[in-house]
């Protein structure tokens, strides 16, 4: 996994390039439904780790937080297959006090779209596991973030 801008995702965005195992794929040979959330949860941890530079585990060993999804949505386009690359994006939809809207899409780096994944995740503290408000210093890397890709 890593930083990619080639391909139909814009040079600004975060984007991760993987290619499909044979074993995050059905009978169909096509790729098993769950694996799509794995594909944006992952890409979500990376961004997480490269763009904000807190990785999850310090998030909660060290911080005291945590980002739990609270809502996942997904739409298939079409299904990549075995040994097929698929580029994931991520874009920051909407941001609240302790919220937070991904929206983490799948192609083939030429156009062709595999998937769209919606996820909000809520920060909380750790252990009482209650609502937090985002820290100044992430959000301003969010909104950083935000405005390198044009969205606000």
């Not at 930083?3 to 995050?24: H, I, L, M, Q, Y």
């Not at 941001?95 to 809520?122: E, P």
Request: overall charge neutral.
């Amino acid at each position: 996994m890593g930083k990619e801008t080639g391909g139909s995702a814009k040079p600004s965005a975060f984007n991760v390039t993987r290619r499909v195992k044979w074993g995050d794929c059905d009978p169909a040979g096509i790729i098993y439904t769950p694996r799509v959330l794995d594909y944006a949860m992952e890409t979500l941890e990376a961004w997480n780790r490269e763009v904000l530079g807190v990785p999850w585990m310090k998030l909660n060993w060290e911080m005291s937080m945590g980002w739990p999804t609270v809502r996942a949505e997904m739409d298939f386009l079409a299904a990549p297959a075995p040994d097929e690359d698929v580029v994931t994006e991520l874009r920051v939809e909407q941001v609240g006090r302790s919220s937070i809207t991904f929206l983490i899409t799948g192609d083939d780096g030429n156009g062709r779209a595999f998937f769209r994944v919606k996820v909000t995740s809520c920060l909380i503290s750790r252990p009482a596991f209650k609502p937090t408000p985002i820290p100044k210093s992430l959000l301003e890397r969010i909104h950083d973030y935000r405005k390198v890709c044009g969205e606000a």
